[in-house]
């Protein structure tokens, strides 16, 4: 199953899988970005901007919207 994140407007992240930061940008509206691994953690400049597909299943929004988060995920499949 796939794990993603989408940026539904213009948006800063940090994301760190398995220990290794794979991104540090700030990411357009409509863009997504693949969650490969088994544990991700994802900070959010506005969390209201970023919805995350974890193993196929969509957890919601980060946050509200203007208060930056980090939040932490687990997915039940393992890097390839």
Do not use: C
Not at 37 to 61: E, M, N, T
Not at 65 to 70: F, L, P, Q, S, Y
């Amino acid at each position: 199953m796939q794990s993603e994140l989408r940026a539904l407007k213009h948006v800063w992240v940090r994301v760190t899988i398995d220990g290794k930061r794979v991104a540090e940008r700030e990411l357009d509206a409509g863009a997504r970005l693949p969650l490969n691994g088994r544990s991700i953690v994802i900070r959010a400049g506005d969390p209201g901007a970023v919805r995350v597909f974890i193993d196929g299943q969509d957890r919601g929004l980060m946050g509200e919207t203007g208060v930056a988060v980090t939040r932490a995920y687990t997915s039940a499949a393992a890097s390839r």
